[in-house]
């Protein structure tokens, strides 16, 4: 039943900038640790940011000052804030997070979202 569903994606000039939501639903008990990751075609998936349930926050280095993951405990929810878009940063974005629901917890993936940054 738990679900985690991301919106915000899209077409962008590089140097422009998006936001991505995360939204989980469903009978949820905790919402740990949430993380964007991403994979462009043709490579693997690669993690981007990640905000543990305290609001501390890691980032990979080519997001670094770009990049800003955020989260709204009260709507269950993580953003993440893409300024300075550059083409390299095109790939689908997947938001994960580690929910507990009525049992031991366990990571959680979205459907995915695609961001395509255009030079």
């Known amino acids: 039943q738990v679900q985690l569903v991301e919106s915000g994606g899209g077409l962008v000039q590089a140097g422009g900038s998006l936001r991505l939501s995360c939204a989980a639903s469903g009978s949820i008990f905790s919402i740990g640790v949430m993380a964007w990751y991403r994979q462009a075609p043709g490579k693997l998936r690669e993690w981007v940011a990640r905000i543990s349930d305290r609001g501390t926050t890691v980032y990979v280095d080519s997001v670094k000052g770009r990049f800003t993951i955020s989260r709204d405990n009260a709507k269950k929810t993580a953003y993440l804030q893409m300024n300075s878009l550059k083409p390299e940063d095109t790939a689908v974005y997947y938001c994960?997070?580690?929910?507990?629901?009525?049992?031991?917890?366990?990571?959680?993936w979205g459907q995915g979202t695609q961001v395509t940054v255009s030079s």
């Open positions: 994960s997070a580690y929910i507990v629901s009525g049992g031991p917890g366990m990571g959680y």
